[in-house]
């Protein structure tokens, strides 16, 4: 689909992943209304950042684990943009495991909850409020950004960085995006990708990722069969690719790790056999 003179929604646009897709989504030509919570110092960059830019675009504050919030979200964009063409379902908050502990003890009360709440609840929501208006453009696109947590799990040497719950609702947000690509046909595409360690997303400029030793670190780069952690840069040229080039792709599931989860297999040396 044509990125130029398209409406974007973009979950999570106050700092990292959420607001890069934002900006290259308005330099390509879209009009992004992008959502923040918490976070305010980033949110006011960004909504300096974003009002600098060509375009009639929008920064709007809203709770996505609140119904009511997300429906007055979307009938904000219908009533002043009439359709939506791209919805970025971004939103996420997982506890580190090296950060939190242990969901016991007194200081983690509510995480649990919290992690599905958003990472899964909000999703669910923003998608189920958002479909209708979807479906109002001849040709829409939705990119869902769900972790590797949903394979890995609080295993190897991602386990000090993926917590349960958020290892949990990733899981389920793969089986919601096949219901959805379902709910969508034939003109709405929902594709979803995986991500591995990013720089701000469990990697670097993370505090979790500072908390590890540089043992600890070095295991997840060796781990990892491109030997690095991911870029922005790196989302963003996937998710345009998404929008732009795979109009026969629907329902599909992208790993965009670094080959993280291949990397705990090695492959022997082929052995010169018996006959």
Known sequence: ??????????????RGIGRALGMALARAGATVVLTWYDWPEESVAMQGELAAMAGDHLAVQVDLREPQQVRRLVERIEKKYGRLDILVNNIERGGMPVVHGAYGRPVNQGQWELELATTLGAKYLVFQEALPLLKKSPEAAVVVLSSIAALVGRSGPAG???????????????????????QGAPTVRVNEIMLGIFETRHGEGTKGWGLLTAEERRAVLDHTLLGRTGKLDDVVRTVLFLVENAPFMTG?????????????????PMPDGVL
Do not use: H
């Open 252 to 268: 599909a599931q992208l790993r965009l790790d670094g080959g993280y989860v291949l990397g705990g297999e090695k492959i022997p």
């Open 1 to 14: 689909m044509e990125i130029t003179g398209s409406i974007a929604l973009v979950l999570g646009g106050a």
């Open 160 to 182: 000090l960085l993926f917590a349960d719950g958020y290892a949990a609702a990733n899981r389920a947000v793969s089986s919601l995006v096949e219901t959805w690509a379902r």
